[in-house]
Every structure is written in C-alpha cells, then in structure tokens.
C-alpha cells in the first residue's frame, strides 16, 4: 500500500513550553518497498467491521468495536477501540502468510487519548518436536487517563505518547523456521482506553525512513540531523538547506525504518526541536 504522503493531519513538536512552528514526519517509505502484504490496511472497506480484519477479546461487554468516519488519517475511516476498564485485552487481527527465515517490518499509525496500545505479531509451529513461537510487540501509552494527571502531574510531565496526535508504531522482526503464516494484533493491553489505527503497513525485507518537516512562516529550517537513538551518532546531516527553506522530504535509503532514531532540527535564529522515531514512549519486547 503507499502511506499517502499528503493530506495528512500534521501534528506539531512539542518544545518545552509550547508548541513549535514545525511538523515534522518520519515513516517507513512505502513507495520504495511496493505492496503492502496486509489487506484492507488503511480501514476503508467493510460496513459494520473492517473487512479482512477480526474483532478478539474474551470479554466482549468491556469494548466498544468498529469503524470510525469521525477520526482518520487518511482516507475515510479508521478502527476504534474504546476500553471501559483494564479487566482485558481486545485486538483487531489479521493473519498474513510469511516466508521463514525473512525479516518484515510492521507499522500502524495509531492515535491514542487514553490507555494503553499493543500491536504485536504472533505464530506458532513445530519444527520437529520443538515447539517454535513469534510473539513480538511494541507498546505505546498516553499519561492522559492516569490518576495522578492534571491534579498532581502536569500530563506534558507524563511520560508516553501524548493525546489527540497520530503516533507511528512500528516494529521489526524475523520470522522464524518453519513459520508460514503470522497474525498481526492491533488493540488495547489491559487499560481503559480510548484508540485509534489507520494505515497498517507489513512489508519484507529493508524499509527506507522518510522525513518530511515543514516550517510555518516565519519559521525556516536550518539543517537536518538524524541520530543513532542509543549512540547519538549523526547518521544522517542534511548541511546548511538553502535561505528561507520551509520544507524538507527525503528518502534515506541508508536508514531502516525499523530502527530507531532521534530526528534534530535546526531553525534559523531560532530553537533546535527534536523528536523521538517511531513515537515517544514505545516500547518493544520480543525478537
Ligand atoms: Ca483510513
């Protein structure tokens, strides 16, 4: 599938005290890798449940389940997940067939306002009397809805994806021998909650990183960094950008999108603003 690049909702870097005069975007970039291995993935096909994906959870009063025109990225529709308490877990899933022995990589934009998010993979198999299971995943939650926010934390001061912005969750594993088929879970882990997913993308092989950052006048961009997240290490330095620039989108083929990084931007006269990749506050388990 190609993740439409315009007509997105830009969401803005937070700086320490306001919010910043620049979107900045990073993101698998579909458009090098082809097909999107996952159907239906931006939500938009199906009446009453989005076709091609399943509704699981073993407590199904404690959810309320479908498609929704009210909030999307992109398109027409995204799934929702609302979560009346934290007494279970619910998913939207798709099993996809897979080839063993090959690395995938997984994304989904997610928007959350409270709770807790888990996309993650799963498969199982034999391989001779051993038994072989995939469980991978990446977790995302949102200060707002904890019961110390607003009274005695500021919910900037929370730790965890802020609320009301589309989030990337992304994730990349290997599948392993004699794995088949995987099952790809979007849901929420055991919070009350409120979420949303839209443009799920699952692709073999290495996945180039995109950047898109715009500036609004009078704001103009400097440079462009991207950092390794656990060295620092520049990975990528755009230089000096031409006078005035208010805008940068590249491709960085060199830069796996499954990994992660710190993306620094430089403005003219003005801040340096950061920002996490894939989404502040997601955590990975698993291979
Ligand atoms: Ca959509």
Redesign the pocket.
């Known amino acids: 599938m190609r993740i439409p690049l315009l007509g997105l909702v830009c969401c803005t870097v937070a700086s320490f005290a306001a919010e910043a005069p620049l979107a900045i975007r990073a993101f698998p970039d579909a458009d090098q890798r082809g097909s999107n291995l996952l159907q239906n993935p931006?939500?938009?096909a199906g009446t009453d449940a989005p076709d091609a994906w399943r509704w699981g959870t073993a407590i199904p009063e404690n959810f309320e389940a479908g498609l929704s025109s009210d909030v999307?990225?992109?398109?027409?529709?995204?799934v929702h997940v609302l979560s009346h308490s934290g007494r279970m877990s619910g998913y939207w899933s798709q099993t996809v067939a897979v080839r063993p022995g090959r690395s995938y990589l997984l994304s989904a934009w997610s928007r959350l306002d409270a709770g807790r998010i888990l996309m993650f993979v799963t498969g199982r198999g034999k391989l001779g009397d051993r038994e072989v299971k995939l469980d991978t995943r990446a977790y995302l939650f949102c200060g707002r809805g904890h019961m110390l926010v607003p009274v005695f934390l500021k919910p900037e001061y929370m730790y965890g994806a802020r609320s009301g912005r589309w989030n990337l969750l992304v994730r990349r594993f290997t599948v392993p021998e004699p794995l088949t088929a995987v099952t790809v879970h979007l849901g929420s882990y055991f919070q009350q909650g409120e979420m949303w997913f839209?443009?799920a993308y699952l692709s073999e092989g290495p996945c180039p990183l995109r950047v898109q950052i715009r500036a609004a006048p009078p704001a103009a961009l400097k440079s462009v960094r991207v950092e390794d997240h656990e060295t620092g290490q520049a990975l990528f330095d755009s230089g000096p950008l031409p006078a005035r620039a208010g805008e940068f989108a590249r491709t960085l083929p060199d830069l796996d999108a499954g990994a992660r990084y710190y993306i620094r931007v430089a403005t003219v006269g003005g801040p340096e603003y950061s920002r996490e990749y894939p989404a502040d506050g997601l955590k990975w388990e698993g291979e």
């Not at 999307?72 to 995204?78: D, E, P, W």
Request: cysteine-free.
């Open positions: 931006s939500f938009e999307k990225q992109s398109g027409n529709r995204s839209d443009d």
